[in-house]
């Protein structure tokens, strides 16, 4: 069994103990925003341990979308390259857990179908892409 590694992040980890703990009755939401959080467990491409990331809710039919806006910050998170090397992912969505197999969208007609999704949920992602010069990596999680 990898390890489990939690976020360096106080508020990331943080957020996670709750939402688990409580079986995602609690702290499913982004601070004071009340928007819906998930969290997307993944493995760690270099060390092969388990990651934990909360990520903003946002759902295309049964599908789930990913943004790896990182508050508009110039590097991508490292779990984008976690999830380029590992698809493999679980994801939780409140108290519903799923096995998930995620894909990064590059297709431009498809990337802004989804990138629209994705601001429709969560307006400060519009602000992100426009503080980087970073194209912000899009992914889709589909049921297994
Ligand atoms: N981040 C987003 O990008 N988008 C969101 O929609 C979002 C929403 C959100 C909601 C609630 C919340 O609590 C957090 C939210 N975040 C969102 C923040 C998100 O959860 C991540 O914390 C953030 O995106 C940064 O991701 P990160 O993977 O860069 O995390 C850093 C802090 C981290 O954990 N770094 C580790 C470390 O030790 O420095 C390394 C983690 C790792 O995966 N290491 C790899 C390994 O092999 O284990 C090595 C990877 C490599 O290539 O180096």
Not at 33 to 56: D, F
């Amino acid at each position: 069994m990898p390890k489990y590694i939690p976020s360096p992040r106080d508020w990331v980890r943080e957020q996670v103990e709750l939402y688990e703990r409580s079986g995602g009755t609690r702290g499913t939401t982004l601070r004071d925003t009340g928007l819906p959080v998930i969290i997307v467990t993944n493995t760690g491409n270099k060390t092969g341990a388990i990651r934990k990331t909360p990520l903003m809710r946002v759902k295309d039919g049964a599908n789930y979308v990913l943004v790896g806006s990182q508050g508009g910050a110039p590097k991508h998170p490292v779990w984008v390259y976690n999830l380029r090397a590992n698809p493999a992912v679980e994801l939780r969505d409140g108290t519903v857990v799923q096995t998930m197999r995620v894909r990064e969208i590059d297709e431009d007609a498809e990337r802004a179908r989804l990138w629209a999704l994705a601001v429709a949920a969560y307006p400060p992602y519009a602000d992100y892409q426009l503080k980087t010069a970073r194209s912000i990596p899009v992914f889709l999680a589909e049921p297994v």
